[in-house]
């Protein structure tokens, strides 16, 4: 892929942030970046969006996925972040946490790329185009195989809200038939996103 960055929002090259972020994690890990990276992409180019910070925010989204639970208990209490964090698990710290390591190891300080990272898990009430196309790569990209992936590929490029209402529901009827826990800003997600009588707040 050619695509040169401008150096606003990252020091380095595209190459440069890529072998970045593969020393952080697994060859698998890693592919599943690249298909966030693609999909992004191809969203921000269908919705007008910036292409260059939908991939720079699609390569470092896991950046922190393969961190030891001790190192992030670490960070959270060094950083007096809410200790109420520390049941949700690594499935929450690493969007939420991920952006402050991104910001201290990789020196990425552009706000829009660093809320993308802390909501691609959960969503939130209000999302920028930026956040959409994180949270809606994540869960389509071309290496995802579950049930619902087709149809879910299918209303993401025709619709991106639209598709932000599928994977907030599904994500929380699935986490709901796993009986995980459910992190309250995922809740406040769907009440935006998916229940009808709010909906009209992200149209
Ligand atoms: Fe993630
Ligand atoms: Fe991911």
């Known amino acids: 892929m050619k695509l040169i960055y401008s150096k606003k929002y990252t020091q380095y090259t595209r190459l440069e942030l890529m072998e970045k972020v593969s020393a952080q994690m697994s060859k698998k890990r890693f592919t599943h970046v690249l298909g966030v990276e693609e999909t992004a992409i191809k969203l921000a180019q269908m919705n007008n969006g910036d292409v260059e910070k939908a991939s720079i925010a ?16 670490a960070f959270i209490h060094s950083h007096h972040l809410d200790e109420e964090l520390i049941i949700f698990g690594n499935n929450i710290w690493h969007g939420i946490i991920g952006a402050e390591l991104i910001k201290l190891e990789l ?14 898990t959960t969503g939130d009430m209000v999302m920028s185009l930026l956040d959409k196309i994180i949270y809606v790569a994540d869960y389509i990209e071309p290496n995802r195989r579950f049930p619902l992936v087709e149809q879910a590929r299918k209303i993401a490029f025709e619709n991106l809200n639209e598709a932000v209402k599928f994977e907030t529901k599904h994500t929380l009827e699935y986490l709901i038939k796993q009986e995980a826990l459910i992190y309250p800003k995922t809740i406040t997600t769907y009440n935006t996103w998916v229940a009808t009588v709010n909906r009209h707040l992200n149209k």
């Not at 699609?58 to 190192?71: C, P, T």
């Not at 020196?107 to 691609?120: C, S, T």
């Open 58 to 73: 699609a390569l470092v989204h896991d950046y922190a996925k393969e961190r030891a639970d001790e190192e992030m208990i």
């Open 107 to 120: 020196g990425i300080h552009d706000e829009e790329i660093l809320n993308a990272v802390r909501k691609h």
